[in-house]
T-cell receptor, first 109, second 111 residues
C-alpha cells in the first residue's frame, strides 16, 4: 500500500518556527512536495525535494532523507496568514501525486 | 493567465443521479489530473489524462470516468451517485512532476 503520515495538528505563535514532519511508504518515488491549503481554497505548491537535503524558498524550507523515507517542512517567522492545512505529497510517476493526511497549522497572536 | 478553472463551484445531486464536472487547465499544460478530497482528508488521486487518453487511474470504481478534449480541457463524470461521493473534486494541471496547479474545486453534495 501507499501511506504518508503527518501530525494532524500543530500550534504556534506569530514569529515562531514550526516543523511539520512527513514519513512515507510508497511504490515509486520521484520526489516529495509540499502544498498549502487554506479553508475553502485550492492546494498551492510550496516546495519540492527530489534529492536528499534542504531546499529553501523564502520563509519556507523543506528537507528530504530518502534513506529514512522522511521529510519535513520548516516554516520560519510565522504569520497569521500561515494558518492553513499543509500536505506532503509523493510523486509516484507521470505526475501522479499521493498526498498525506494533512497537518492543520494554527498560528496565534 | 487564468490558471486552472473548474465549473461548477457547487453542486447538489440526488443519490443515483449522474454528474459531470469540468476543468480548463493552465495555459500550455497538457496533463490533467482529478482528485477527490473528503472533508479533513488529503486529496485522493482519481485518474489522469494526457493526449486525450487516461494514463493512470487510482482506486476508484468504474462509475468514475473522464475525458480530455483536444484543447486539453477535461471532464469528470460520476454515475449512480452515492452519499459517499460527497466531496471536493479538484482538478490539477501540470507540465512536469515538480509542481501541480490546482483549481478551486467543485463541492459536490449528494443527498
Amino acid at each position: 500500500g501507499q501511506s504518508l503520515e503527518q501530525p494532524s495538528e500543530v500550534t504556534a505563535v506569530e514569529g515562531a518556527i514550526v516543523q511539520i514532519n512527513c514519513t512515507y511508504q510508497t511504490s515509486g518515488f520521484y520526489g516529495l512536495s509540499w502544498y498549502q491549503q487554506h479553508d475553502g481554497g485550492a492546494p498551492t505548491f510550496l516546495s519540492y525535494n527530489a534529492l536528499d537535503g534542504l531546499e529553501e524558498t523564502g520563509r519556507f524550507s523543506s528537507f528530504l532523507s530518502r534513506s529514512d523515507s522522511y521529510g519535513y517542512l520548516l516554516l520560519q517567522e510565522l504569520q497569521m496568514k500561515d494558518s492553513a492545512s499543509y500536505f506532503c505529497a509523493v510523486g509516484t510517476g507521470f505526475q501522479k501525486l499521493v498526498f498525506g493526511t494533512g497537518t492543520r497549522l494554527l498560528v496565534s497572536p | 493567465d487564468a490558471g486552472v478553472t473548474q465549473s461548477p463551484t457547487h453542486l447538489i445531486k440526488t443519490r443515483g443521479q449522474q454528474v459531470t464536472l469540468r476543468c480548463s487547465p493552465k495555459s500550455g499544460h497538457d496533463t490533467v489530473s482529478w482528485y477527490q478530497q473528503a472533508l479533513g482528508q488529503g486529496p485522493q488521486f482519481i485518474f489522469q489524462y494526457y493526449e486525450e487518453e487516461e494514463r493512470q487511474r487510482g482506486n476508484f470504481p468504474d462509475r468514475f470516468s473522464g475525458h480530455q478534449f483536444p484543447n486539453y480541457s477535461s471532464e469528470l463524470n460520476v454515475n449512480a451517485l452515492l452519499l459517499g461521493d460527497s466531496a471536493l473534486y479538484l482538478c490539477a494541471s501540470s507540465l512536469r512532476l515538480v509542481e501541480a496547479f490546482f483549481g478551486q474545486g467543485t463541492r459536490l453534495t449528494v443527498v
